[in-house]
């Protein structure tokens, strides 16, 4: 029950954090979006260790609090809401919203395009997810395998494209 609830969950509770702290404080500081990034890249690569439960806290409080990196949510780009189900399937979706924010911070110039931000997040979860079924080698996640797959074919792409208009 936990595991269906906790996404949502999230999303309320960011969005309500992001309409209260955005009236508290200025924008994101040079040092706080290079430690976004590498905390998003860490999990990326290292998304079991340790420390990846606070650095996850950290970027969804970091990522509500800041008036100038916004990222929508839309999982859709992933896929159907019921296949967005498998071993560590919470983690992955965030990883969606901190794999975006890295490119948006990364890339400032390609804010406003919907299609790179939503792609760079899901290639953010599929080395996420090759990460996992590395140090969790029975690991399943069949989503996750299709979308390797479509990477590998090069249709990852028009796979995301697709899946963003059920995004709103």
Not at 54 to 65: H, I
């Amino acid at each position: 029950m936990l595991k269906k609830v906790l996404p949502a969950f999230l999303v309320i509770v960011s969005s309500f954090c992001f309409a209260f702290a955005q009236n508290r404080r200025g924008p994101s500081t040079a040092e706080e979006r290079k430690r976004a990034v590498e905390m998003a890249t860490f999990l990326e690569t290292n998304p079991l260790a340790k420390e990846a439960k606070d650095y996850r806290a950290a970027l969804l409080f970091f990522l509500a609090e800041v008036p100038d990196i916004t990222i929508s949510l839309c999982s859709n780009v992933l896929g159907e809401s019921k296949q967005i189900k498998g071993d560590y399937h919470a983690e992955l979706v965030g990883q969606l919203a901190y794999s975006q924010a890295k490119f948006v911070i990364e890339n400032p110039d390609k804010t406003q395009d919907a299609a790179a931000v939503y792609l760079a997040g899901v290639e953010g979860v599929l080395r996420t997810w090759q990460a996992i079924k590395t140090a969790k080698p029975k690991a399943k996640f069949p989503l996750m395998d299709e979308l390797l797959q479509k990477q590998q074919a090069g249709t990852l792409a028009a796979h995301v494209t697709d899946g963003m208009k059920g995004c709103k």
